[in-house]
């Protein structure tokens, strides 16, 4: 017979961990894909990072102004880790995807985010790196070089791998947002909070001074869009879900959850918008994907004695 080691937990609470986890990386998929739809209209990367942080900032506004920023547990730097960390990775990953496909920044972003969690919070929380996770960070290397050198050509010299270090910047940035909430033991709702406020307070006055009104030229059917599923979908919903599977399975396991994303933005990516990921691509998302799960310490089958 086999049972399911999960880092000491209860299997309930694993599956509980879980559920969350999937819910957080299903909506993570999407948003990658429906940003890039956006930017094939009349969107830029700016519109979209001000529709996610206007929408979101608004809403959890009276929350943050009734809970406060949590100075007492993140201090400052925790409140910069958590501000940079939720808001950073949306410009950086919608900047990206003007250079390369949704199925690099599935791979690259989401994909590559939970092995950085895992580094940092070996340094920081002092959570265990072992032998297991140094081969799911081969895995990664892996994956990651096969993106970047095995999309057509000598991809280092190409627009894609702006495309790509752009991406990896996300997926630092919002691990340092992860190790800070689970340090600070703060609730996904109150981080989402304190980021999207954070967000809204320090990119819109640069956003009105530098776009002005480009967005009121955009279609009110992409705006829309873009209003709902960054703004509410991503920005709220998925962070308090992403807040409870790292508050119940730890910083590393709960990010583990985004290795998922890799494959689903490719699959998504296919009939949304018709860019269909090359073999060397499905190897690598392959790759990255079993990589990061071995890393973020999920749970493996064993024997019963």
Do not use: C
């Not at 279609?219 to 599923?229: E, G, H, K, M």
């Not at 919903?237 to 399975?249: C, D, E, K, N, Q």
Request: overall charge positive.
């Amino acid at each position: 017979m086999t049972d399911l080691a999960a880092g000491g937990r209860s299997a309930t609470a694993y599956v509980r961990g879980a559920l969350y986890g999937l819910a957080a990386v299903s909506i993570w998929s999407g948003w990658i894909v429906v940003a890039r739809l956006g930017l094939k209209s009349s969107l830029t990367p700016w519109d979209i990072a001000a529709l996610r942080f206007g929408v979101a900032g608004l809403l959890l506004l009276p929350y943050v102004g009734s809970r406060g920023l949590a100075l007492d547990r993140l201090g400052w730097i925790g409140v910069a880790a958590i501000v940079l960390g939720g808001g950073a990775p949306v410009l950086f990953a919608n900047a990206g995807l003007m250079f390369a496909p949704a199925a690099h920044a599935g791979a690259l972003f989401p994909g590559v985010m939970p092995l950085m969690v895992a580094l940092l919070a070996a340094a920081f929380l002092r959570e265990p790196f072992t032998a297991a996770k140094k081969i799911g960070f081969v895995l990664i290397l892996f994956g990651a070089f096969g993106i970047a050198w095995g999309a057509g050509g000598d991809a280092i010299e190409s627009r894609q791998s702006i495309g790509h270090l752009l991406f990896l910047g996300s997926a630092l940035a919002w691990a340092f947002y992860t190790v800070a909430m689970r340090r600070a033991r703060l609730g996904g709702l109150h981080a989402a909070a304190i980021a999207a406020v954070g967000a809204l307070v320090l990119y819109m006055p640069v956003y009105v001074m530098v776009a002005g009104t480009s967005l009121a030229l955009a279609p009110w059917s992409d705006i829309a869009l873009q209003a709902f599923v960054q703004g509410i979908l991503t920005a709220i919903v998925s962070l308090i879900f992403y807040g409870r599977a790292v508050s119940i399975l730890g910083a590393s396991s709960g990010a583990a959850f985004a290795a998922l994303s890799p494959a689903m933005t490719a699959v998504m990516a296919i009939p949304i918008l018709g860019e269909w990921p090359t073999t060397m691509d499905w190897i690598a998302i392959a790759a990255i994907s079993v990589g990061v799960y071995v890393v973020s310490g999920g749970p493996l089958p064993r024997g019963r004695p």
